[in-house]
């Protein structure tokens, strides 16, 4: 079992910066990839971006250039780094964790990210 912790949500201005923390505990492997997820009211929870132990990553392509995904993996905790925000970037996120090879998952309770215009 996997548990998930996030942190850093909160209310920002358009063009401003929000940095999520996501603190795992319990049995990880080396193999897990971790990331965030998104979710907005009535509309479908979207892959934003993920990070593999050895520091592959993914980004959606609208955050691409403004995200940063990083993995501190001694901590098992992953970072987002999100700057430039826009209005459109507003939805809970929520940390996951996913076992390779697996249809395995596990989910943070959510942190809530509003970009005021």
């Known amino acids: 079992q996997v548990q998930l912790v996030e942190s850093g949500g909160g209310l920002v201005q358009d063009g401003g910066s929000l940095r999520l923390s996501c603190a795992a505990s319990?049995?990880?492997?080396?193999?897990?990839?971790m990331g965030w997820y998104r979710q907005d009211p009535g509309k479908k929870r979207e892959l934003v971006a993920s990070i593999t132990s050895n520091g592959r990553t993914y980004y959606v392509d609208s955050v691409k250039g403004r995200f940063t995904i990083s993995r501190d993996n001694a901590k098992n905790t992953v970072y987002l780094q999100m700057n430039s925000l826009k209005p459109e970037d507003t939805a809970v996120y929520y940390c996951?964790?996913?076992?390779?090879?697996?249809?395995?998952?596990?989910w943070g309770q959510g942190t809530q990210v509003t970009v005021s215009s």
């Open positions: 996951n964790v996913r076992r390779d090879l697996s249809t395995t998952v596990y």
């Open positions: 319990g049995t990880m492997f080396s193999s897990d990839v």
